[in-house]
């Protein structure tokens, strides 16, 4: 199962039906890059989708970026979060909406990873707080792709998972010879994010393999299994992976800091499995 | 600390949080006992519900039962990475919170009145939350 054509083959049948990057994160892009546009020029053309604006201040109201006030309007959402955040915001909304049936538990967990991402990126002092949420968000873009296009690949990991008590990452090597971080990866590529998300996505559990962000990369990690380990959302089997010691090293997190953000995690996150706004 | 809609407010029951609109404007603080003049002032602002001290078990047993059960399952969460002291403090950090009314999951409900929606984090008028 295992062979490298049989690999090969799966990732091209993937990368065949790739989903397009939705239209609007190309005009906003090419909107930016012209210099000829206002925030409020680019508000307007995002608020011709009602649909989208709407998650997207859902989104953007979200504890993990921390605004004491609330985002009201698209274009304060641009101003305080910036045109990069905001075009990961609408990709995350565009990537979870593929899935036909939306996929609560994953869901969670991704919000639930960068509530966590961004209260280490604050005890740590990482300078991009909302980069680091974005990035916790989508982590696991590959995972959620391949519920939507690999549905039948999906039932044997799945099975796996149950039956045999594979992690989900052995899992999927099994089924598909690479794991949801790479498709995550060929994904973040193809839609041409930035390199530093695309690390996090790519290393989350290997983090050692980051060298333009190996900080966010460590961030996301850490917060990956700080919130498999507090329960929250589900990643696709129970169990907490193991933690990398020089991700830890690298982001040296006093154990007083990481109370902390444990703290941040119960009050964020207690019992709020209905406080998550719907994607 | 629990979760009650205005309409069910006992008498006697302790705010345990502001009640703010979603705008951040508070229209009533913490530490406010529940009267009839005060229920009804809240639901004439149209607030839906509000946090008031107290806890969501009926009983002690109840509350050991449900503790019972997000031990277990916190233990099956780490049942990998057992060999890992760092990961063991983690899993004791989160313990101790489970005791200090830090659930991960909320208690399953056996016979709650349907609720349309648990709605947001802050408590919001009625108004508010019939925005699109």
Same mark, same amino acid.
């Given at each position: 199962?295992?062979?490298?054509?049989?690999?090969?083959?799966?990732?091209?049948?993937?990368?065949?039906?790739?989903?397009?990057?939705?239209?609007?994160?190309?005009?906003?892009?090419?909107?930016?890059?012209?210099?000829?546009?206002?925030?409020?020029?680019?508000?307007?053309?995002?608020?011709?989708?009602?649909?989208?604006?709407?998650?997207?201040?859902?989104?953007?109201?979200?504890?993990?970026?921390?605004?004491?006030?609330?985002?009201?309007?698209?274009?304060?959402?641009?101003?305080?979060?910036?045109?990069?955040?905001?075009?990961?915001?609408?990709?995350?909304?565009?990537?979870?909406?593929?899935?036909?049936?939306?996929?609560?538990?994953?869901?969670?967990?991704?919000?639930?990873?960068?509530?966590?991402?961004?209260?280490?990126?604050?005890?740590?002092?990482?300078?991009?707080?909302?980069?680091?949420?974005?990035?916790?968000?989508?982590?696991?873009?590959?995972?959620?792709?391949?519920?939507?296009?690999?549905?039948?690949?999906?039932?044997?990991?799945?099975?796996?998972?149950?039956?045999?008590?594979?992690?989900?990452?052995?899992?999927?090597?099994?089924?598909?010879?690479?794991?949801?971080?790479?498709?995550?990866?060929?994904?973040?590529?193809?839609?041409?994010?930035?390199?530093?998300?695309?690390?996090?996505?790519?290393?989350?559990?290997?983090?050692?393999?980051?060298?333009?962000?190996?900080?966010?990369?460590?961030?996301?990690?850490?917060?990956?299994?700080?919130?498999?380990?507090?329960?929250?959302?589900?990643?696709?089997?129970?169990?907490?992976?193991?933690?990398?010691?020089?991700?830890?090293?690298?982001?040296?997190?006093?154990?007083?800091?990481?109370?902390?953000?444990?703290?941040?995690?119960?009050?964020?996150?207690?019992?709020?499995?209905?406080?998550?706004?719907?994607? | 600390?629990?979760?009650?809609?205005?309409? =069910? *407010?006992?008498?006697?029951?302790? !705010?345990?949080?502001?009640?703010?609109?979603? /705008?951040?404007?508070?229209?009533?603080? +913490?530490?406010?006992?529940?009267?009839?003049?005060?229920?009804?002032?809240?639901?004439?602002?149209?607030?839906?519900?509000?946090?008031?001290?107290?806890?969501?078990?009926?009983?002690?047993?109840?509350?050991?039962?449900?503790?019972? =059960? *997000?031990?277990?399952?916190?233990? !099956?969460?780490?049942?990998?990475?057992?060999? /890992?002291?760092?990961?063991?403090?983690? +899993?004791?950090?989160?313990?101790?919170?489970?005791?200090?009314?830090?659930?991960?999951?909320?208690?399953?409900?056996?016979?709650?009145?349907?609720?349309?929606?648990?709605?947001?984090?802050?408590?919001?008028?009625?108004?508010?939350?019939?925005?699109?």
């Amino acid at each position: 199962m295992n062979d490298h054509r049989a690999e090969a083959r799966k990732k091209i049948q993937l990368l065949k039906n790739l989903p397009t990057l939705p239209g609007m994160i190309d005009q906003i892009s090419r909107a930016v890059e012209s210099k000829r546009f206002t925030v409020a020029d680019i508000g307007k053309l995002i608020s011709r989708d009602q649909v989208l604006s709407a998650k997207l201040l859902k989104l953007a109201n979200c504890a993990f970026f921390g605004f004491s006030r609330k985002v009201g309007s698209l274009t304060q959402a641009l101003v305080l979060l910036g045109f990069d955040v905001v075009k990961g915001l609408i990709l995350t909304s565009s990537v979870f909406d593929m899935m036909k049936e939306r996929d609560q538990g994953l869901w969670e967990h991704s919000m639930g990873v960068a509530t966590a991402s961004s209260l280490i990126a604050q005890a740590v002092e990482l300078p991009d707080i909302e980069e680091a949420s974005l990035a916790g968000l989508l982590h696991d873009l590959g995972k959620v792709v391949l519920r939507a296009q690999m549905t039948e690949d999906m039932l044997s990991i799945a099975e796996l998972v149950e039956v045999e008590g594979f992690s989900v990452r052995q899992a999927e090597r099994e089924v598909l010879g690479f794991d949801h971080s790479q498709i995550g990866q060929w994904l973040a590529e193809s839609w041409k994010l930035p390199q530093e998300l695309i690390e996090p996505i790519r290393w989350h559990h290997q983090p050692e393999g980051a060298h333009q962000n190996p900080r966010l990369t460590a961030v996301v990690h850490l917060a990956d299994i700080m919130v498999r380990g507090y329960g929250y959302g589900d990643g696709g089997d129970p169990w907490v992976p193991e933690l990398d010691r020089g991700a830890l090293q690298l982001l040296n997190l006093t154990p007083q800091k990481l109370e902390t953000v444990v703290d941040g995690i119960c009050q964020q996150l207690a019992g709020a499995g209905g406080d998550v706004p719907p994607i | 600390m629990i979760r009650v809609p205005v309409e =069910e *407010l006992q008498e006697g029951q302790i !705010l345990a949080q502001d009640v703010t609109r979603q /705008d951040g404007m508070v229209l009533m603080s +913490r530490g406010k006992e529940i009267t009839p003049e005060i229920k009804s002032l809240l639901l004439r602002m149209e607030v839906v519900q509000v946090v008031v001290e107290g806890d969501q078990f009926a009983s002690e047993e109840e509350r050991q039962a449900f503790l019972a =059960e *997000l031990e277990k399952e916190l233990s !099956l969460r780490f049942s990998r990475v057992e060999d /890992d002291p760092l990961l063991m403090g983690l +899993r004791e950090l989160y313990r101790r919170r489970l005791h200090m009314g830090c659930y991960p999951r909320p208690r399953p409900q056996p016979p709650a009145p349907p609720q349309e929606d648990p709605g947001p984090p802050v408590i919001l008028a009625k108004k508010d939350r019939k925005k699109p």
